[in-house]
């Protein structure tokens, strides 16, 4: 079974690097596969989970964390300003803030709130045009701007470049981590989430190795 299949070799990246087993936390990445595909990995005991559009996850979570115990679903995709207060409302991590006026927003509504989900700050590492994220040369004064308004920033995140050798921009990631005193790195996909553990991330988004590949409407 993929879901098994996938574990093992996290277990096994982990093994290798010299990390605790257990220190990698997997997220299933779930936009866009058909329910029934979710379901299954819900019953083999996955309980998280990540998304990408709010309108999508709004539709499907609440009757899943009914019915399924323990669920918890990180955002990964972009998130729109007029979105946040749905989706702290909906998601116990959000991994893509990546401008102050989202930042202000979600400042907002914690205070409002007297909570906020766990946050990890968006890198663009590639400085791709098209690509969201703060710049590497920006995110320490990102970080400190978020630090400022309170926001509990507990890591960062990345999407490298497509077709390009992804080790470099994994090390980029940890190193602004570490100089900034965070713990969190959630980089790693499908294709390289082992390259990602042995650059030391602690969270992979691992969608279609797990539930085959995405059918786009
Ligand atoms: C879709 C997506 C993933 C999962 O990609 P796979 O290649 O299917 O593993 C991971 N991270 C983000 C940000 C995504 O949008």
């Not at 990390?19 to 866009?32: D, T, Y």
């Not at 207060?85 to 927003?105: C, G, Y």
């Not at 909570?115 to 400085?127: C, I, M, R, W, Y």
């Not at 040369?137 to 309170?150: E, Q, S």
Request: charged share 20%.
């Amino acid at each position: 079974m993929a879901l098994e299949d996938i574990r093992n070799r996290i277990a096994a990246a982990e093994a290798a690097a010299g990390r605790a087993a257990g220190s990698v936390k997997l997220i299933a990445v779930s936009k866009v596969q058909p329910p029934e595909r979710a379901e299954a990995v819900l019953a083999e005991g996955q309980r998280l989970f990540g998304e990408n559009y709010v309108q999508e996850a709004a539709a499907k979570w609440p009757a899943w964390r009914e019915r399924f115990p323990g669920v918890a679903v990180h955002m990964i995709g972009p998130l729109q300003t007029n979105k946040a207060k749905q989706a702290v409302d909906l998601f116990e991590a959000i991994h893509t803030l990546d401008r102050a006026s989202l930042a202000e927003r979600l400042a907002r509504l914690a205070q409002a709130r007297g909570a906020s989900p766990d946050l990890f700050v968006q890198v663009n590492t590639g400085a791709e045009p098209q690509k969201a994220g703060v710049l590497p040369d920006d995110a320490d004064a990102f970080i400190a701007t978020c630090r400022g308004l309170d926001l509990p920033v507990i890591g960062l995140m990345c999407i490298p470049p497509e077709g390009e050798d992804t080790t470099p921009h994994f090390a980029m990631l940890a190193g602004i981590a570490a100089r900034n005193g965070l713990t969190g790195l959630s980089m790693g996909m499908s294709s390289d989430f082992e390259a990602a553990i042995a650059a030391g991330a602690t969270h992979v988004r691992v969608g279609s190795a797990i539930f085959g590949a995405r059918v786009y409407a």
